[in-house]
């Protein structure tokens, strides 16, 4: 079946002229004219009775026109909604995120040039963020201290610092310039579980430096870690960019090597090119 000829025959039913239809497709009428004799002999039927001064459909004409219009009437409707997606007015990013403080501004700024985008945000641990972007469950994704592989686009976003968690009345609470890594040794902490990127990264460094706080809890959230610093359970770390506006606890930078992480947005390499994406990335913060 030829769609050239099934658009032809479509678009003199709708206007009840060659000459009009040409014009509507953007081709010549000697071109309307031969895509739907071409039609006729191939089906062996008539579909259009020619006269002098107009086109009329025949009864076998009127049944296919019914068809045509409703096919093409969706192939319209499925260009708009592509086109409305090529510029932007609509579309759907699915988001992943190893927490929601870099990604939220993102989204906000995304929502307000592009309103008629839709997001769908899912929250997880580094593993999780990872594993939703490589199996193409999630578009791009906003991770901390990922490696190159191939097959992944990373673009580097501004570094983070570790900084120690205090309740505000704690003596380390004034030290705005920040206390040095070796002042943790023996002190009691609260922390996330092992595989938290801030523990990963702060462990790490408390190695090197032969550090050895005394981890008494161990907890699953950042505000788990907030309530527990709070109530005066030990002393937590948080990076740079998570500090929560609690006024009952306060951040103070952790002074030593290996305290840095390093964040970025990622998709996967052959998608990056997509309209959408490229969007969100143009975004991101320098």
Known sequence: MNLFQLRAFDAVAREGSFTRAAARLFISQPAVTGHIKALEEHYQITLL???ARR????EEGTRLAAITR???SLADEAQVMLEANRQLLTGRLEVAADGPH??????ASLRARYPGVTVNLRLGNAQETLAALLS????VAVMTEVEPRKGLYLQALSASRICALVPVAHPWAQLSQGIRLKDLDQVIMVLREPHSITRRTFDDACVQAKVN?????E???????TEAVAADLGVGVVSSVEVSHDPRVTAVPILGEGLVNRHMIG???RRRDLRLIQAFFELAPA
């Not at 193409?136 to 578009?139: F, I």
């Not at 907890?219 to 870690?225: F, G, I, K, P, T």
């Open 70 to 72: 409703a096919m093409f």
């Open 267 to 269: 998709c996967v390499e």
């Open 219 to 225: 907890l699953d959230s950042r505000e788990a870690v």
């Open 136 to 139: 193409e469950h999630a578009d």
């Open 55 to 58: 086109v009329e459909l025949t």
């Open 102 to 107: 870099r990604v939220m501004p993102m989204l």
């Open 213 to 217: 706080p005394r981890v008494l809890l």
């Open 49 to 51: 009775r020619r006269t």
